[in-house]
C-alpha cells in the first residue's frame, strides 16, 4: 500500500502574460517528479488573475495538460489549429519537435478554474510531430462508486473504465476523484510508476493506518514507490483530488523554460530554432 512521502504546499505565482496560479510541482523545492514536470492550479473568479492569458509561446521536448473545471480558454497555435476549452475538457498536447501556441480566456468575468500538467516526453519521441487530444466533457468516461463519489479517468484505467487519453508514451494515470463524507476508496496504482495526489477540494487522509497522513485544499503528496494500490479516506468533509501516475524516463532532464531537452546542446539548437523560426514543422 503506498503512503505519502513528501507534502508540499502549492505556492502563489504568475505565468504567461500575468496569471496568477499556485504552483505544487515545478519549483525548486520540488523540480520535477519524473516524467511530471509542472503542476498549476489556476482558480479565481476576479478577471484580473487570469484575463491577460497566456499569449504565443514555444513549448519542445514534452506534453502540456490542460483540464478545466470552470470557465473557458480559446486555444490557437502556429498550424493554424484551433480548439476551445471550456468546463470539464481536456487538452493533451505533445509539443514534441515544436509548437508556438497561445491560450486567452474566453470570458471577462467569472470563475476560471482548472489545471496544467507539464509530462515530459522521452529522447528518442522529442522531435517527433507535434499532436494534439482535444477531448470534450462530454466524451471523458466517468466510474461510479458505490459510496456516491465518482471517478473521472482523463488517461489510464479506473474500475474497468479506460480513460479518454490514449497513446502517451508514459503510459500515465490521470483521475479526477471526487469522494464524500465517511468514505474509503482503494485505488489501482502501477507499481512501476511515481506517483502523486493533489487535494483541489476539502480534506483527505492517504495511506495505511499505520502511515497515514492527511492532505488538505491546496496541498500536494508524493507516493511511495513500489506498491500497487493508495487507500483514500474522508471524514467529516468531501474531498476532490487528483491521482496522477506516470512510467519514469530515467532520462537527463536540461530545462530551460518552455524547453525540455536531454543535453545543454538540445537547449541552445532550441533557440536557435526558435529564433530562427526552424523551431515548430
Given at each position: 500500500?503506498?503512503?505519502?512521502?513528501?507534502?508540499?504546499?502549492?505556492?502563489?505565482?504568475?505565468?504567461?502574460?500575468?496569471?496568477?496560479?499556485?504552483?505544487?510541482?515545478?519549483?525548486?523545492?520540488?523540480?520535477?517528479?519524473?516524467?511530471?514536470?509542472?503542476?498549476?492550479?489556476?482558480?479565481?473568479?476576479?478577471?484580473?488573475?487570469?484575463?491577460?492569458?497566456?499569449?504565443?509561446?514555444?513549448?519542445?521536448g514534452f506534453e502540456t495538460v490542460t483540464y478545466m473545471l470552470?470557465?473557458?480558454?480559446?486555444?490557437?497555435?502556429?498550424?493554424?489549429?484551433?480548439?476551445?476549452?471550456?468546463?470539464?475538457?481536456?487538452?493533451?498536447?505533445?509539443?514534441?519537435?515544436?509548437?508556438?501556441?497561445?491560450?486567452?480566456?474566453?470570458?471577462?468575468?467569472?470563475?476560471?478554474?482548472?489545471?496544467?500538467?507539464?509530462?515530459?516526453?522521452?529522447?528518442?519521441?522529442?522531435?517527433?510531430?507535434?499532436?494534439?487530444?482535444?477531448?470534450?466533457?462530454?466524451?471523458?468516461?466517468?466510474?461510479?462508486?458505490?459510496?456516491?463519489?465518482?471517478?473521472?479517468?482523463?488517461?489510464?484505467?479506473?474500475?474497468?473504465?479506460?480513460?479518454?487519453?490514449?497513446?502517451?508514451?508514459?503510459?500515465?494515470?490521470?483521475?479526477?476523484?471526487?469522494?464524500?463524507k465517511h468514505s474509503t476508496l482503494t485505488h489501482p496504482v502501477p507499481s512501476t510508476h511515481n506517483a502523486l495526489?493533489?487535494?483541489?477540494?476539502?480534506?483527505?487522509?492517504?495511506?495505511?493506518?499505520?502511515?497515514?497522513?492527511?492532505?488538505?485544499?491546496?496541498?500536494?503528496?508524493?507516493?511511495?514507490?513500489?506498491?500497487?494500490?493508495?487507500?483514500?479516506?474522508?471524514?467529516?468533509?468531501?474531498?476532490?483530488?487528483?491521482?496522477?501516475?506516470?512510467?519514469?524516463?530515467?532520462?537527463?532532464?536540461?530545462?530551460?523554460?518552455?524547453?525540455?531537452?536531454?543535453?545543454?546542446?538540445?537547449?541552445?539548437?532550441?533557440?536557435?530554432?526558435?529564433?530562427?523560426?526552424?523551431?515548430?514543422?
Amino acid at each position: 500500500m503506498r503512503h505519502i512521502i513528501q507534502t508540499m504546499n502549492a505556492q502563489p505565482t504568475s505565468d504567461g502574460a500575468g496569471v496568477n496560479l499556485y504552483r505544487s510541482l515545478g519549483s525548486s523545492r520540488l523540480p520535477d517528479l519524473d516524467p511530471f514536470l509542472l503542476l498549476d492550479e489556476f482558480k479565481s473568479d476576479q478577471a484580473q488573475d487570469y484575463l491577460a492569458g497566456f499569449p504565443p509561446h514555444p513549448h519542445r521536448g514534452f506534453e502540456t495538460v490542460t483540464y478545466m473545471l470552470a470557465g473557458a480558454m480559446r486555444h490557437k497555435d502556429s498550424q493554424g489549429n484551433t480548439g476551445h476549452l471550456r468546463a470539464g475538457s481536456v487538452q493533451w498536447m505533445t509539443a514534441a519537435r515544436g509548437i508556438i501556441h497561445e491560450e486567452m480566456p474566453e470570458q471577462e468575468d467569472g470563475l476560471m478554474w482548472g489545471f496544467q500538467l507539464w509530462v515530459n516526453l522521452p529522447a528518442k519521441a522529442k522531435m517527433e510531430p507535434p499532436r494534439y487530444q482535444d477531448i470534450p466533457p462530454s466524451d471523458i468516461p466517468e466510474a461510479a462508486l458505490d459510496n456516491g463519489g465518482r471517478i473521472r479517468v482523463i488517461a489510464g484505467e479506473s474500475h474497468g473504465v479506460s480513460g479518454a487519453v490514449q497513446g502517451i508514451a508514459t503510459a500515465p494515470l490521470y483521475v479526477d476523484i471526487r469522494l464524500p463524507k465517511h468514505s474509503t476508496l482503494t485505488h489501482p496504482v502501477p507499481s512501476t510508476h511515481n506517483a502523486l495526489v493533489y487535494v483541489f477540494e476539502g480534506e483527505a487522509t492517504f495511506g495505511p493506518t499505520e502511515e497515514r497522513r492527511t492532505l488538505q485544499r491546496g496541498q500536494l503528496g508524493v507516493l511511495s514507490k513500489g506498491e500497487d494500490s493508495l487507500t483514500i479516506q474522508t471524514q467529516d468533509s468531501e474531498a476532490s483530488l487528483l491521482l496522477l501516475a506516470g512510467q519514469p524516463l530515467k532520462e537527463p532532464i536540461v530545462k530551460y523554460g518552455p524547453f525540455v531537452m536531454n543535453t545543454q546542446e538540445e537547449i541552445f539548437q532550441a533557440i536557435r530554432d526558435y529564433q530562427s523560426g526552424n523551431l515548430v514543422g
